[in-house]
């Protein structure tokens, strides 16, 4: 309704103005001069209004004004201004009430009108703005089929282009072909050019060949001889036989008969293999259809139990059919009789094998579908059964293991002799016997520590026995020349023996420091005894300063000895530089048989090796 | 593996007997004959002129000696030594000589394939052939040596004679449907002889021995066609080598193709072994070098050592261009070679001439293929068991076996190149011919190939 109202307001005021012109022109108002004058000079409405009305009514002219008002708004339909008179020809009153009223009117609708206005400018603009708007899109549209369109003509003119092109090609082609159809009748042509003339060279070639063979052979050429010694026998042992008319046909008769048993002889050759293989295939294809219907055979019995299916009839027929084949020996048949019997059996077969793997898919699908069946349970029982034998059987074995090991070590604490030993290690496995040589080696390694710590042992006491009698000596030295310093005797001799026990004292005293180092580690090495500390020890004891120490002062002591030792065996101080651990394991096997005793020997020996490695070190 | 001392040798004749006992190998004019175990001279016979040619006879007794300068042949005994024969085809001229079968006569080709004359040793008698045809395998005998088949040109026209051997009677005698006939070669069991037709044309023909044409094949047209023709020992495969760098094999029931042998230049199934001979500096071992030195460390070693390595696929061969100005163009199977027990087909690629390519018979399909630093030569297999000898023209051998492969080094003061070698008949020795040289190579056992390079400073 409010947008009616707009919409129509506007015209109604364009229409009361329009009105109000056409009857200031019509009626002679006072001022209607000027504002046509006003109007006509086209100048701002609010200004022409404004210095309308102030020159509208003036002093002299109210009651014309007046009465042109009120003629004016008569016509616009307002109530009049003046009051109804009575009389005709009394003045009328003006009615200020219905002025005021008039007024009021006239400012409402006038406010009426701005308010109209103003919607209809917004109007305006909006209108404007869509207008805008649309007149972008439709650029925008324009310039879009603009661009399609040109775009359009391009592709025409592609097309065009590329049509053309194919033209051309095509006539290429066409000119290639042509081309090519000329060159293959040309080298047609050139080619039984070619044969022509190799023809004729070849004819007047053989011509020339034919005349040489006259002019070489038919001239008594003394030169094409041969010269023998003898004779030689033919390598059959027969003689040539002379040829004539008769033995010529007889011979030819001959060669060909041979000719033909070479031929009939590879024939049935080939056909025997030939049969042989056909036998292995009919064996192969019975053997199949044997296992067919074994196979089939249990399967027959569910469907027959259930109904009498169609599968079950065709299968007692198969049986009845192969039965038969098997009792007719199909070997020796033919091929064409027994093979209908044969395929078709086989397709039939196949066609139930073929179902019955099927429906087992189909088995084997719902079966996935329901879950877990029996059968499945049951294999995995088995599986936890075996797997539980199996864990035993280790078990069993592992304690047999420990039996042995056990007991050779009894056989050791007891030192068995070795024939027994060797004995009993033959009647083990190689396996075992391999395990059991670690062991023993590692035995031996035990060994070799208790008696190296042994032999310190007793080293110590020897020590101490001879500090003892170094002791004593000195002793009885020292009583002696105190004796001597009380009794006036000889010098020279007192001081050689000082120097002699002095010297003797030194390098006992230097050995226990050796023997000490070892047997300070040993405690560590000897109770796990394995070759592992061994070779730590070894490798332990260049690090240790104490130890080259002695090594140095070793050296200086017995440079002798060592020279000798590395003289006397070159060949063995080179594999020591290769491989440390490997002379180790083979010098325990060397000291074995008198580490019995562990005396004076091994412990030599022992010396001869630190020494070698000394030497070895850097 | 062990090798012989070095003999001198002249254009690399050396052959070893028929029934293996003995070695024949020419120097100059001089013909040796040795024992092949001992390699002691047994015989030395002295010839008029050098020596081209040196065939043995079938039973071993008999050797010949063409003189093709000369137009000569002699043959010595090797029973007596005293006895001499000699065979001159005089103005005639020779270019091929051969023995027959039965050891007793000889077919000397004439210059222009004029005739093929047959002198018999034991009678006087001499036959002539007319008509043979100037062809790349023109005569070819069954293994029986019954029959000889024989390439004939009449009337621009292609023949085959057959005849027989025990008195050179015709027995058959029939066109070939051919341009131009280049090979003929009879299967080993005696029955069928493939013929085949020039390059210009793939076709290949089957006769019987009666003369029936059996089959015909063709593979393609317009193209170049045969190169090489193969028969497996069995018969049973016969297989046909063509420009177009494949090998066909066709079977012996129906004559048809089995199966299309393909020599691509890349290699791409992983399930082929590609052996790779790659070049080996010799391995610096301090405790070898020092004592006692190597005598080939002391010699002018020349050729560095090497070895094979399994290539991981793909491998692409190196592959050679062919001149297309050229005659003969180095595209094609160019040599193919069975296995005794026809189980390997071994083939060399004239594109690819370092390769040699193994193929299963059996399972239809490449087995191996090995690169070879330099090109393949000559190869041979082992006439008694699956084992491929190779040689590149280089002083190394090469022997492949379904086991793997081995390089051995021919040790000896300077370069041995080995051109070209022979199986003893027994498989055990191996003959290497060089230039001037030969020297015998002796693999005793199985374990002689694996052991090869331990065993290599064995220079006797």
């Excluded at chain 1, 056989?411 to 060797?422: E, G, I, M, V």
């Excluded at chain 2, 491998?315 to 189980?343: E, H, Y």
Aim: net charge neutral; aromatic share 8%; proline share 4%.
């Amino acid at each position: 309704m409010g947008d009616w109202m707009t919409v129509t307001d506007p015209g109604l005021s364009s229409e009361s103005k329009y009105i109000s012109q056409y009857t200031s022109e019509t009626k002679m108002s006072p001022s209607s001069l000027y504002s046509q004058q006003v109007l006509c000079s086209s100048i701002p409405l609010s200004k022409n209004v404004h210095s309308f009305f102030s020159a509208f009514c003036t002093e002299e002219n109210i009651e014309q004004s007046i009465s042109y008002l009120d003629q004016e708004l008569t016509t616009f339909g307002f109530p009049s201004l003046y009051e109804e008179s009575k009389g005709k020809e009394t003045k009328r009153e003006l009615n200020i009430v219905a002025v005021l009223n008039c007024m009021n009117e006239l400012l409402v609708l006038q406010r009426k009108n701005l308010l109209a206005q103003e919607n209809v400018e917004t109007q305006n603009l909006k209108l404007g703005s869509d207008m805008d708007h649309l007149q972008n899109c439709y650029a925008k549209l324009k310039e879009q089929l603009e661009t399609s369109r040109r775009e359009m003509i391009g592709l025409q003119e592609r097309d065009r282009q590329l049509q053309c092109k194919n033209r051309n090609l095509h006539q290429l082609l066409k000119n290639e072909k042509d081309e090519v159809q000329k060159l293959q009748n040309i080298i047609a042509s050139r080619a039984t050019q070619y044969n022509h003339d190799m023809k004729r060279k070849e004819r007047e070639y053989n011509k020339l060949k034919e005349r040489l063979h006259q002019l070489v052979m038919n001239k008594k050429d003394k030169k094409i001889a041969m010269e023998v010694l003898n004779y030689v026998g033919r390598a059959d042992g027969k003689r040539g036989s002379w040829r004539t008319g008769k033995t010529e046909a007889s011979f030819f008769l001959r060669n060909e008969d041979e000719m033909y048993k070479i031929l009939l002889n590879d024939y049935e050759y080939r056909q025997k293999q030939i049969l042989m293989e056909n036998a292995e295939l009919k064996k192969v294809l019975q053997q199949m259809k044997k296992e067919m219907i074994s196979l089939l055979s249990p399967q027959k019995q569910k469907p027959r139990e259930r109904a009498d299916d169609s599968t079950g009839t065709v299968i007692s027929d198969i049986e009845e059919d192969a039965g038969e084949l098997s009792r007719e020996s199909m070997w020796d048949l033919s091929c064409e009789t027994v093979r209908e019997q044969l395929t078709n059996s086989i397709r039939k077969q196949w066609r139930i094998l073929k179902s019955h793997v099927e429906k087992l898919d189909n088995q084997v699908s719902k079966v996935h579908v329901e879950g877990f069946n029996d059968e499945d349970v049951i294999s995995r029982q088995d599986h936890e059964q075996e797997t539980e034998k199996l864990e035993l059987e280790i078990q069993q074995c592992k304690e047999m293991i420990k039996t042995q090991q056990q007991l050779l070590q009894q056989q050791l604490a007891t030192a068995c002799d070795d024939d027994t030993t060797s004995l009993l290690r033959d009647c083990y496995l190689l396996e075992e016997k391999e395990r059991l040589k670690e062991e023993w080696s590692l035995f031996k390694e035990q060994k070799k520590n208790f008696e190296k710590e042994r032999r310190s042992f007793t080293e110590a006491a020897i020590r101490l026995g001879l500090e003892r009698k170094a002791f004593e000596e000195e002793r009885a030295s020292w009583l002696k020349q105190q004796f001597l310093n009380m009794t006036t005797f000889d010098h020279q001799n007192s001081e050689n023996v000082k120097l002699l026990s002095a010297f003797s004292g030194s390098s006992d005293r230097d050995n226990p420091t050796v023997h000490s180092r070892p047997r300070q580690k040993k405690p560590h090495g000897a109770p796990s005894g394995s070759p592992v500390c061994m070779s730590k020890l070894t490798k332990s004891l260049p690090a240790s300063p104490s130890t080259s120490d002695f090594c140095q002062t070793r050296s200086c002591v017995s440079e002798h000895s060592s020279i000798s030792v590395l003289n006397t065996t070159p060949e063995e101080s080179k594999p020591n530089q290769v491989g440390r651990e490997c002379t180790n394991q083979k010098w325990s096997v060397a000291s074995r048989p008198d580490s019995q005793e562990g005396g004076y020997s091994g412990r030599s020996s022992t010396y001869a090796n630190s020494h070698v490695e000394k030497d070895d070190l850097p | 593996m062990n090798f012989s001392e070095v003999f001198k040798l002249s254009s690399l004749l050396c052959k070893f007997s028929p029934d293996g006992k003995y070695l024949a190998s020419c120097v100059q004019y001089r013909l040796v004959v040795r024992d092949a175990n001992t390699l002691q001279i047994c015989q030395l016979y002295t010839c008029l002129d050098q020596i081209q040619h040196v065939e043995w006879s079938a039973d071993s007794l008999f050797i010949l000696c063409a003189l093709y300068k000369r137009g000569l042949v002699q043959v010595w005994s090797l029973e007596q030594p005293e006895w001499h024969c000699k065979i001159d085809e005089g103005s005639a001229g020779l270019v091929a000589s051969c023995w027959s079968p039965d050891g007793r006569h000889i077919l000397n080709t004439t210059e222009f394939h004029l005739r093929i004359t047959v002198w018999s040793l034991c009678t006087k008698s001499v036959s002539y052939i007319k008509y043979p045809k100037a062809c790349q395998q023109g005569i070819t005998f069954t293994r029986d040596g019954r029959y000889l088949a024989l390439a004939e040109r009449r009337d621009c026209k292609d023949y085959v004679s057959i005849l027989v051997c025990s008195d050179w009677q015709l027995l058959r005698h029939f066109d070939t449907d051919t341009q131009d006939l280049a090979g003929i070669e009879w299967a080993p069991n005696g029955c069928v002889l493939a013929a085949w037709d020039s390059c210009l044309e793939y076709k290949i023909l089957l006769y019987s021995l009666d003369g029936r044409l059996l089959s015909t094949f063709c593979a393609y047209e317009w193209s170049l066609g045969i190169k090489s023709v193969a028969w497996s020992p069995s018969s049973q495969f016969l297989a046909v080598g063509s420009y177009d760098g494949k090998v066909r094999i066709l079977n012996h029931v129906t004559w048809k193709m089995i199966t299309e042998f393909g020599h691509p230049a890349t290699i791409n199934n992983p399930k082929i072994v590609v052996y790779k001979e790659a070049e080996k500096s010799p391995p610096l071992v301090l405790g070898r070098l020092a004592f006692p030195p190597p005598r080939a460390a002391a010699g002018p070693l020349s050729s560095t050592e090497s070895k094979y390595e399994v290539a991981s696929v793909p491998v692409s061969l190196q592959t050679l261009k062919p001149a297309p100005d050229r005659a003969n163009p180095r595209i094609g199977i160019g040599a193919m070679a069975f296995s005794p027990d026809s189980c390997f087909l071994a083939t060399r690629s004239d594109s690819v001439p370092t390769a040699v390519w193994i193929w299963d018979i059996q399972k239809l399909r490449l087995l191996a293929a090995l690169e070879q630093l330099s090109a393949v030569r000559c190869f041979q297999w082992d006439p008694r068991q699956a084992r491929l000898a190779i040689c590149t023209g280089g002083s190394k051998v090469y022997l492949w076996s379904p086991a793997g492969c081995v390089s051995v080094q021919v040790p000896g003061e300077g370069d041995f190149q080995v051109l070209s070698l022979c199986w003893h008949l027994s498989g055990d020795s191996l003959a290497l011919l060089s230039k001037d040289h030969f020297c015998l190579c002796f693999l005793e056992t199985e374990q002689g190939v694996g052991t090869a390079f331990g065993q290599r400073g064995d220079h006797t």
